[in-house]
């Protein structure tokens, strides 16, 4: 699976936005962008997926670079509740299966 | 709709002694993944199962085993337990290959 890189950690202020960055330099273009979350004590949630094209859903957005080797997550109105560590992972399509490959992902701390 | 669960949420076992730890996908979903958490090494994929089949294996050793039944639960294997083997298995079932659902883990503690 190709590598994704990630900042350790970052805080923002509840109520507003947050812009999650990850690079993905060494992506093919069958690879699709993932991001799961995981809230202390429990196990990793979805949030969403795309392949070229901005994605929304009702937990965040996806903005996904022109040449797909970079993405952002956004969450529009943080809430105390969003503070996990969020993880970005590249899956090869349906070849590769439900398998999923986790990298150190990014701390998130939301400040009241 | 339930949730995926996995029994037992803890365990404590010795050194040598085997464990086996249960997961019940979300009902429909026939794929079932198993992850080994740590502090170290962090979320790691130990294998897939789909429709009773191994469809894909991690890079752990062959102590740790797994299957899925019929109904699709599945129980994953440890065998002669080492300390590193304590850890937070999770186990994921998804119904397509996008979405993976996480049950809460089964927190393993070696001694």
């Known amino acids: 699976d190709a590598k994704t890189t990630q900042p350790n950690s970052m805080e923002s202020n509840e109520e507003e936005p947050v812009h999650l960055p990850c690079n993905h330099s060494?992506?093919?273009?069958?690879?699709?962008i993932h991001w799961y979350r995981q809230l202390p004590s429990q196990g990793p949630e979805y949030v969403i997926h795309g392949l070229t094209s901005n994605v929304n859903n009702r937990m965040a957005s996806l903005a996904i670079a022109e040449d797909r080797k970079s993405s952002t997550l956004i969450l529009h109105r943080a809430t105390l509740r969003d503070a996990a560590v969020y993880y970005c992972i590249l899956r090869g399509g349906e070849t590769s299966g439900s398998r999923l490959t986790f990298g150190e992902g990014t701390q998130l701390t939301v400040n009241p | 709709k339930a949730g995926v669960t996995q029994t037992p949420r803890y365990l404590i076992k010795t050194r040598g002694q085997q464990v086996t730890l249960s997961c019940s996908p979300i009902?429909?979903?026939?794929?079932v993944s198993w992850y080994q958490q740590t502090p170290g090494q962090g979320l790691q994929f130990l294998f897939e199962?789909?429709?009773?089949?191994?469809?894909n294996k991690g890079n752990f050793p062959g102590r740790f085993s797994g299957r899925q039944f019929s109904n699709s639960r599945s129980e994953m294997n440890v065998s002669t337990l080492e300390l590193g083997d304590s850890a937070l298995y999770l186990c994921?079932?998804?119904?397509?290959?996008?979405?993976?659902?996480f049950g809460p883990g089964t927190r393993l503690t070696v001694l």
């Open positions: 994921a079932s998804g119904l397509s290959y996008n979405e993976q659902f």
């Open positions: 199962y789909f429709s009773e089949t191994q469809r």
């Open positions: 009902s429909g979903h026939r794929s």
């Open positions: 060494t992506i093919s273009g069958t690879d699709y």
